[in-house]
């Protein structure tokens, strides 16, 4: 059965139609249960009872279950389960500007890089649209409150699940849905060349992250096998045609690993690598994990790395760090369920 949480506004006023019914009810169904946050049909009393009664049989409600929770002071971090009884995991952060979600977009990914607990367990499937709407359904449920950004960068490469993704991101951003700005939803890639030229077409504004991780080829064919399929040179073209034709300026990712790529050649070659671009560097300080043999760089050499591109002109700002202790990187909680 379809789950109604996978619907987009669009989708659904093609149901209704299908059914014979106007297709404004589209909206009366995105009212209730986005605004009004109202799941049970039969208290949609704008609806009559009939056209109630053929939803509740042809939509599923099912939300994934909540099966664990971490806290932290300024993180919450979340495990589900799904119907298939796979698991996912998604991350709340409370910053000063307000509430900001980490959602998952596979179970595990394939995209194999070295430094990652979620690609160490290969992809097992898709999420589907209405298995992420309803990480942030649930959680706002739970937290009683509003979040106010989404950031795709729990399990999973977004864009390796592109119609999905692109369908959750237009219900959550529907004015009548989760009314999300567009410009408070992160998408984060490992870098997927085409898809990221398929993204610019889509003409939204959404901000766009590139997890780079290293300034050349060498280093990054080391530690992300994706750049044997899209080396550095490809990738770049792509960020810049992506930002000449959306004019937003794009995030690259910068995650510190001890000894691998981290030195101050590092920086003044990334520093070349990004001349000119309409680009923002956030440097990540490495989550260690027990499984993977990779470090985090020390404090001083990240901000010895990061004076090295301020100097060179580059915007850049080291990542506050986030639910270390409740192993909130990407995956973490995840593989530590599956292992049991
Ligand atoms: N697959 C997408 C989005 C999910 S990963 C991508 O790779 O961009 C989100 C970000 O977390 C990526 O930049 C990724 O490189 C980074 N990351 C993964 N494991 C990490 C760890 N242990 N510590 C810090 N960052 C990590
Ligand atoms: Fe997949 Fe992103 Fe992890 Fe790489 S960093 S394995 S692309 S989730």
Redesign the pocket.
């Known amino acids: 059965m379809n789950n109604i949480y996978g619907f987009t506004r669009e989708k659904l006023e093609t149901y209704f139609l299908s059914i014979e019914e106007k297709k404004f009810k589209a909206l009366q169904v995105f009212e209730w249960l986005y605004e009004k946050k109202i799941s049970n049909v039969e208290e949609w009393t704008n609806l009559k009872k009939e056209i109630r009664e053929k939803i509740k049989e042809d939509f599923s409600f099912a939300m994934p279950k909540i099966i664990r929770k971490e806290r932290d002071t300024l993180t919450r971090k979340y495990l589900f389960e799904l119907e298939d009884q796979n698991y996912i995991e998604a991350v709340v952060m409370y910053h000063d500007y307000g509430i900001s979600l980490c959602v998952s977009?596979q179970v595990g990914?394939n995209?194999g890089?070295q430094?990652?607990?979620?690609g160490r367990l290969k992809k097992v499937r898709n999420l589907e649209t209405f298995e992420m709407v309803s990480q942030i359904l649930a959680i706002e449920s739970d937290i009683g409150d509003r979040i106010s950004s989404v950031v795709?960068?729990?399990?999973?490469?977004?864009l390796d699940n592109y119609e999905n993704v692109l369908a959750f991101i237009r219900i959550i951003n529907d004015a009548k849905g989760l009314a999300l700005g567009i410009r408070h939803i992160t998408l984060?890639?490992?870098g997927l060349v085409p898809k990221i030229y398929d993204l610019m077409k889509e003409n939204i504004q959404i901000n766009l992250?590139?997890?780079l991780?290293a300034p050349n080829d060498e280093i990054r064919n080391k530690i992300m096998k994706v750049n044997q399929v899209y080396n550095i040179s490809q990738l770049i073209r792509a960020i810049k045609d992506y930002i000449a034709y959306t004019n937003r300026r794009v995030t690259i990712?910068y995650?510190m690993l001890k000894g691998i790529n981290d030195n101050k050649n590092c920086a003044e070659e990334l520093a070349s690598l990004l001349s000119h671009m309409n680009v923002y560097v956030n440097l990540?300080?490495?989550?260690?994990?027990n499984h993977?043999h990779l470090y985090k760089s020390d404090k001083e050499t990240i901000s010895n790395f990061c004076a090295v591109l301020k100097n060179r002109g580059i915007n850049v700002t080291i990542r506050k760090e986030f639910g270390g202790k409740i192993s909130a990187?990407?995956?973490?909680l995840r593989s530590k369920e599956v292992e049991k």
């Open positions: 977009s990914c995209m890089c430094f990652c607990e979620s795709l960068m729990g399990i999973g490469e977004p984060s890639t490992s992250a590139i997890s991780h990712e995650v990540i300080p490495y989550n260690e994990t993977i990187a990407c995956g973490q």
